[in-house]
């Protein structure tokens, strides 16, 4: 079935450094990329998403773009800052209406000033 | 964009009591919301799926007399632990596809803390 990897974290930054989370996918079709993050005690907010291959998603200085031949999705920002720390959810959609999203288990990114 | 609202935020009971928590999609029709629930540093469980007017479809292993599910309209649903115990205490996220979605994106909940003592 279809399936998401992250890169295990925790992952620890110094502020002003550049992030990247590792992402790829399992799907049978072409699916809805997401990337979700949690603050602490909070619920998911989407961050950003792309819906096609060769789609970017961006949003509050990050950027991920869907990657068909390497089945990547990667989560990027170019300078990282304490209030960014929290856990990042990468998921997928297939375009089957009324399905769950899928999970990757989470990466935790900690930010020191 | 899109809100849903979850009630309560927190809730703490004594085990064998029941709890219901509500899940409402504040500004959009929601046919289809989705029940998680969340360990602990862990990722995102799919309880079950629930689609308005009809039964819902729960994930294996998940106890559908222990989570009662209800989607009563196309802008609430609700999950009702039934005579929980502490292994229930965990946190609780509803999310809720639009109606009128063309890529299945979804909107989540802030989540319901359950303590279960």
């Known amino acids: 079935g279809d399936s998401v990897t992250q890169m295990e974290g925790p992952v620890t930054l110094s502020e002003e450094a550049f992030l990247t989370i590792n992402c790829t996918y399992t799907?049978?079709?072409?699916?809805?990329l997401f990337w979700y993050v949690q603050y602490p005690g909070e619920g998911l907010q989407l961050l950003l998403k792309?819906?096609?291959?060769?789609d970017k998603g961006s949003n509050k200085g990050f950027e991920a773009t869907y990657r068909k031949e390497t089945t990547s999705f990667h989560l990027e920002k170019g300078s990282v800052q304490v209030s960014d720390s929290a856990v990042y959810f990468c998921a997928l959609s297939d375009h089957q209406a009324g399905t769950a999203l899928i999970f990757g288990k989470g990466t935790t990114l900690s930010v020191s000033s | 964009g899109a809100v849903v609202s979850q009630h309560p935020s927190r809730v703490i009971c004594k085990s064998g009591t029941s709890v219901k928590i509500e899940c409402r999609s504040l500004?959009?029709?929601?046919?289809?919301m989705f029940w998680y629930r969340q360990f602990p540093k862990q990722s995102l469980m799919l309880m079950a799926t629930s689609n308005e007017g009809s039964k819902a479809t729960y994930e294996q292993g998940v106890e559908k007399d222990k989570f009662l599910i209800n989607h009563a309209s196309l802008t609430l649903s609700t999950l009702t632990v039934t005579s929980a115990h502490p292994e229930d205490s965990s946190f609780y996220i509803c999310s809720a596809r639009a109606s009128s979605s063309s890529y299945n994106e979804q909107f989540f909940g802030p989540g319901t803390r359950l303590t279960v003592l």
């Open positions: 792309a819906t096609k291959a060769d």
């Open positions: 799907a049978t079709g072409y699916p809805s």
């Open positions: 500004d959009f029709q929601a046919t289809t």
